[in-house]
Each structure stands twice: as structure tokens, then as C-alpha cells.
Antibody
Framework: QVQLVESGGGVVQPGGSLRLSCAAS????????MHWVRQAPGKGLEWVAV????????YYADSVKGRFTISRDNSKNTLYLQMNSLRAEDTAVYYC????????????????WGQGTLVTVSS | QSVLTQPPSVSGAPGQRVTISCTGS?????????VHWYQQLPGTAPKLLIY???NRPSGVPDRFSGSKSGTSASLAITGLQAEDEADYYC??????????FGGGTKLTVL
């Protein structure tokens, strides 16, 4: 069974930085596009960023563009999200999500999600 | 304001049929992009419920079905059960905004 395990969340002050990781296992990680999706407390799902299977293509939501960077290390089966210049409105549970086989890497259709990691931006 | 519009809440009695709508536009659903539905039980990660507008992943009961027409899509749940009480999200791709989600619909089983 596919496993996605996020880590790296925590409490950070406004303006601070944090790097999230998503360890993938039990599937060929290098074959799939991967996304980050977040959910603020009591709110809905918000797409954050996507990276292609080879890491060569990346897209971001306007709300995080210029502040967040998505990356991956296919040799370590790990996805990352570097978050800089954090704001209170970035407070959320961050999920990594795998694109389903047969779907375009950028379009969504997430067949597996991690359990999420909570990021709290507060002074 | 979400790019895809869902009703905030729906409800139904056990055994009944409920539908959840997802309204988009010509840059997403209307452009032919697939619609996917996710179920999120309280305190858990979302789970893929319907993909490609009307396909169920293995393990999802056939009580759940999806459809798409024009710029809208719908999720139907028949034979409502208490365990179906959850939040439901539609998702598609938008040529102007990349991946987009609906605002979510809370299903209450009366």
C-alpha cells in the first residue's frame, strides 16, 4: 500500500521559514507528479504547488508564489516544500498528494494523500 | 471565493439519496477537464471517491456516483448511511488557476 508521510511542521513566527518533507514509499516515486495541498483550520482544501515527476516543471498558487519552493529528491523518494516569509494566513495542515496513474502530472486526481503536518504561524 | 462552487451543506435521512453540485466555468469543467471528488471524514486526510467525473476507485461502494455536464458536475450518494457523514470536495483543473477545489460540502445524515 502506498505510503506518504509528511514531517517538518511546527510553530514559526511571522516572517520565518520552515521546510516540509514528504517521504514516499511502496510505489515508483520518480514516475509521478506530486502536489502539496493545504487546509486552514476549519476551512476547505487549497492547492499549493505541483512538481513534475522529474522535477523539471513546477507551478505554484498565486498565494505562495515567490515565497514557497517545491522540490524533490527521487534518489531519496522524498518531496519537499520550502516555505519562506511565512504569514499568519499560511497556518494550515499541509498534505502531500500523489497523482493517479494515467493522469497528467499537473491536473490533480490524487489517489493517495499523506496524513498531513500542521504549520502554525504565530508570534 | 473558490473557483468551483459547492453548496455549503446538504442533509438526508438514512437510506435516502442526496446530490452535491459543483459549478465551474469555461476555463475548467466547461473546458473538458475531469472532475474528481474527495471525501474527508473528521480529522482525517481526504480520500479519492470519484475520478474522471464518473469512475470509482477500487473499494468505493457503488452507492457513490458522479456525473458531468457542461460547466457543472454532481456527486450522488444513494442509500445514505451514517458513515457517509463527512465533508465532500470536488476538484478539477483550470487553465487560468491550475488545480482548483470546490469550497466543500458538509453532509449531515439526519
Amino acid at each position: 500500500q502506498v505510503q506518504l508521510v509528511e514531517s517538518g511542521g511546527g510553530v514559526v513566527q511571522p516572517g520565518g521559514s520552515l521546510r516540509l518533507s514528504c517521504a514516499a514509499s511502496r510505489f515508483t516515486f520518480s514516475n509521478y507528479g506530486m502536489h502539496w495541498v493545504r487546509q486552514a483550520p476549519g476551512k476547505g482544501l487549497e492547492w499549493v504547488a505541483v512538481i513534475s515527476y522529474d522535477g523539471n516543471n513546477k507551478y505554484y498558487a498565486d498565494s505562495v508564489k515567490g515565497r514557497f519552493t517545491i522540490s524533490r529528491d527521487n534518489s531519496k523518494n522524498t518531496l519537499y516544500l520550502q516555505m519562506n516569509s511565512l504569514r499568519a494566513e499560511d497556518t494550515a495542515v499541509y498534505y502531500c498528494a500523489k497523482v493517479s496513474q494515467g493522469s497528467y502530472w499537473y491536473e490533480g486526481n490524487f489517489d493517495y494523500w499523506g496524513q498531513g503536518t500542521l504549520v502554525t504561524v504565530s508570534s | 471565493q473558490s473557483v468551483l462552487t459547492q453548496p455549503p451543506s446538504v442533509s438526508g435521512a438514512p437510506g435516502q439519496r442526496v446530490t452535491i453540485s459543483c459549478t465551474g466555468s469555461s476555463s475548467n469543467i466547461g473546458a473538458g477537464y475531469d472532475v474528481h471528488w474527495y471525501q474527508q471524514l473528521p480529522g482525517t486526510a481526504p480520500k479519492l471517491l470519484i475520478y474522471g467525473s464518473n469512475n470509482r476507485p477500487s473499494g468505493v461502494p457503488d452507492r457513490f456516483s458522479g456525473s458531468k455536464s457542461g460547466t457543472s458536475a454532481s456527486l450522488a450518494i444513494t442509500g445514505l448511511q451514517a458513515e457517509d457523514e463527512a465533508d465532500y470536495y470536488c476538484q478539477s483543473y483550470d487553465s487560468l488557476s491550475d488545480v482548483v477545489f470546490g469550497g466543500g460540502t458538509k453532509l449531515t445524515v439526519l
